[in-house]
């Protein structure tokens, strides 16, 4: 039976509607289970020492006084652990010229980043592997550290690998039109330079593993903090010698991830291997200094840009050359070039018109590896583009709002494909900049903005669009070699007592997966939303799927929950069908309840009906189908991704005596398809708003020239706290997908996407009247009295 979602009236309606989180009591009431909660009998602890070079060769390592020491079960160098574990090279066959040095769980014979592990210990407990990892001598023949991208590639700059011949791991150039002939001709040329600074995420848990070979029955069991189950479970069996079925991967809760978690880091695997040797658990728990060295940073980019226009305003051509550093490998298995391959795919995206060159070069470099962070390359290509858009509207005499109702893609243009071959199905610029001048009252508040600034008070008001890159197909990675499941899988279960158990290979990273697959659920069989429990997060009893990453939960995890849980319906009616002895077309399924379709009088407790299948089953008709239980899997086809859109606005203040910036206000116009829960939605708005304004305004990871970090602590790493935060206020506009039944895109990485352009936007329409322009995030006061004073940076 097809559901019609706009209807708010119809039976068990869960879709579209607030439903609190099925798992938020427990979390509240402590009763969450993190990695390290989890004590196995026999259990070590590994603790890596790692590397205090930026770049230097590894002479010797001398461990005998710590193996010697108290409790200690084990020292692994790199040589050590090359014997069991295979090396990983990270690149992917789509992205033509990639490439990458093999990469060991333990530095062999370098060290390419401060903080590299080139060895490990296991003991008893934590304390005395750290006390033991002390012990370990290490002589080191320091190198010449490459750090600075700009010089990357030059002649005297050392090879980092030499078998690579260059530093240059990846490049890109996609033109479309002729952008060359239109910059030469077009009446207006606007041009500015973007750097975006390297940042990390923060997560509040830190990456966290427990991994358990059982040699009798020759089974590694891994308790992984991780976005994708199924994805690790590859990676263990391969590179340690398993059968994929051998290996188990359980992801219970996660403390955070955005992005962070969804990669293969050395110390990981490293734990993994020492597990397998010794036939024993071993627990390995980053500290926090651990994770502001060794977690993915992203973002590291100089961007020259160049747009060209006619007199009315109308966008001619647009000319994005990207520069990017990554660390001294990619980052396996969905490499580091991504990021720089989405700005080239995502710059002038919500804007019609025809001309585009965009060229990113990527290079190696001795600092932490660079991957996948949330929103990847969005953040980036926003700001560039909305940052052209802001700067030619400034130049022509335009309204920041009117130059893009000139220049945004028309909501009757869909399918439309943009000059980077994005296609898209349908998206909704106009329909969201109109909510967004409506919900920011924009007439009042650029009145507003015009009195304050006749007293002194420097305000202004930022405008961003964006569009954010959903439900990728196997176009993403299924070409590229990387064994990473672009389809999920959904199993849903009526026991005996009429509840139901759905388990879905998406995991719960804490943005409400286990509501979203709960609600749709329900309603797609037919029962209160609290007789459905959800289980993620287990490569051995959950359907095969891809995990959780690129915004593609709901849109791909949640639409197989609803064909199994539709599927498990009809075979429930069929079941009924037969107990009531009329034909279940007839019937239907409301709170748990058998119901006669047309008067929704009850027949029948979904209760007896388990009742007489489970145990009863010999008074059922012979032949009869009654299967309860129902796997569905579902995979994007049409589209090599579902795009979603939004804009956002900020409203700021910036005190021109201390370049300070206090964000007054943000708005943010979201357009996600089908939304399932609105307040998980908002929810996942704002935290990432709050993430982008994070790389806006405070987070940056510092380098002095040797490669050393210099603020990997809290104290001197900044990230965006309660007190700072503006009111954000959130929109929608609903342009579902017709590639689903569902119809639900993704908004994990729409805030995070749009706001830092926004607030850029801001900053420079409230300094503009002081003669200054800030285009380096963070965009910290010292950055803005620079600005405003043209003081040298």
Known sequence: MSIRFDNPDRP????????????????VE?????????????????????????????LSIDTEVARAASGVRGVFTGADLAKHCTPWVAVLEHLKGLKSAPQHPIAVDRATWSGEAVAAVVADTRAQAEEAAALIEVEYEPLQPVTDMRTALDPETPVLHPDLGDNLTFQREHVSGNPA??????????????????????????RSILADYNRSEKQLTVYHSTQAP?????????????????????CGDVGGSFGIKVHVYPDEVATATISKILGRPVKFIADRLESFATDIHARDHEIDARMALDEDGRILALDIEDLTGIGPYSVYPRTSAIEGNQVVNLCGGPYDFAHYRARTTVVLQNKSPTCQYRAVGHPIAAAVTEGMVDLAAEKLG??????RRRNLISDDAYPYTSPANMRFEGLSHHQSLNKLVEMMDYTALRAEQASLREKGVYRGIGIASFIELTNPSPFMYGIGGARISAQDGCTVRMDPDGSVVAMSGVTEQGQGTEAMLAQITAEAV?????????????????????????SRGAGIGGEAALQAGRALRGNILT???????????????????????????ARMPLAELGRVVYFRGDTLPKGLPRELVVTRHYITSDYPFAFTNGIQASYVEVDPETG???????WCVEDCGRVINPQLVDEQIRGGIVQGIGGALYEESLYDAEGQLLNANMADYLVPMAAEMPDMIIGHVETPTRESELGAKGAGEAGTAGAPAAVMNAINDAIRPLGGRVTSMPMTPERILRSIHSLPE
């Open 30 to 58: 402590g009763r969450g289970r993190y990695v390290d909660d989890i004590v196995l009998p026999r259990m070590l602890h590994a603790v890596f020492l790692r590397s205090p070079y930026a770049h230097a060769r590894i």
């Open 12 to 27: 068990n309606s869960y879709i579209g509607r607030t439903v609190p989180r099925p798992n938020a009591r427990r979390l």
């Open 398 to 403: 335009l309204d920041p709002i009117e130059i």
């Open 575 to 601: 079941v009924a069908g037969a107990m009531l002895q009329c034909a279940p077309e007839t019937l239907d399924i409301v709170d748990g309840q058998i119901v006669d379709l047309g008067t929704n009088t």
């Open 660 to 666: 300070f910036v206090t964000l007054l206000k943000h």
């Open 526 to 550: 037919g029962v209160p939303v609290g007789r459905v429990r959800v289980i993620t997060g287990d490569t051995q009893t959950t359907p095969y799927g891809g995990g959780t990453w690129a």
């Open 230 to 250: 199924h994805m690790m479970q590859v990676v263990f069996a391969e590179h340690l010698g398993l059968p994929e079925g051998a290996v188990r991967v359980i």
């Open 181 to 206: 002939e239109v910059m030469r001709s077009a009446p207006v040329i606007v041009e500015s330079r973007f750097k975006t600074g390297r940042h990390t995420g923060v997560c509040v848990e830190p």
